[in-house]
């Protein structure tokens, strides 16, 4: 079964400041892997998802992910956070040949001004 | 589009009571997904449909949780009895097939459960 480890579980950062979650995922395999956000009392709204191709990929509300197979990880980027980019951010992978999604126990961002 | 809608979005019961918790997914969608989402870890997958049939419960807990989906539409999960470490948010997702493509996975806003 994959695992997904998020290395940070708190990140406070300065509003128009970057800021960097990192995860890593445990397999030898290819995987699919994906980026959720979840705010405050809400369900988890998919950022972006890495199937094949480029490494980078871009997402919704100006996040990018970087999938680096040697490293085994997909960290997520965004250059430059908003208030509202304040909410927890979980990392999931999927086996390719399987339908599980198996998540990280989440990042919670807080963007101060 | 509508989304996956969830009700209740909260609940609070004594231990070895029993809950109900609805999932509407999005029209057209075959697969429904119910997790669990214990504070601060992600979600677990407890129930996975395909229309109305079971593809994968090997992480529900049998002796106390249910679920189904009649007409593979709506489902119901229930816990009969509820204990205290079943407090948790309670997340519907749904998809349009179970492939193994990446099919992106759409989650309702939950229903937050609360054992005393």
């Known amino acids: 079964a994959q695992s997904v480890t998020q290395l940070d579980s708190q990140v406070p950062v300065f509003e128009e400041a970057p800021v960097e979650l990192r995860c890593n995922y445990s397999?030898?395999?290819?995987?699919?892997l994906f980026w959720y956000v979840q705010y405050p009392n809400q369900g988890l709204q998919l950022l972006l998802k890495y199937l094949s191709g480029s490494t980078l990929v871009k997402g919704i509300n100006g996040f990018e992910a970087e999938f680096n197979k040697s490293q085994t990880s997909f960290h997520l980027r965004k250059p430059s956070v908003h208030i509202s980019d304040t909410a927890e951010y979980f990392c999931a992978v999927r086996d390719p040949n399987d339908y599980k999604l198996s998540f990280g126990a989440g990042t919670t961002v807080t963007v101060r001004a | 589009e509508a989304g996956v809608a969830q009700s209740p979005r909260y609940k609070i019961i004594e231990k070895r009571q029993s809950v109900a918790f609805w999932c509407n997914p999005i029209s057209g969608h075959a697969t429904l997904y119910w997790y669990q989402q214990i504070l601060g870890q992600g979600p677990k997958l407890l129930i996975q449909?395909?229309?109305?049939?079971?593809?994968?419960d090997s992480q529900l807990p049998k002796d106390r949780f249910s679920a189904e989906r009649l007409k593979g539409v709506d489902s119901t999960l229930k816990i009969q009895p509820a204990k205290l470490e079943d407090s948790a948010v309670y997340l519907c997702?749904?998809?349009?097939?179970?492939?193994?493509?990446?099919?992106?996975?759409?989650f309702g806003p939950g229903t937050r459960l609360l054992v005393l």
């Open positions: 397999s030898s395999v290819s995987v699919y």
């Open positions: 997702a749904s998809s349009l097939v179970a492939s193994g493509r990446g099919e992106t996975q759409y």
């Open positions: 449909f395909q229309n109305n049939g079971v593809v994968d």
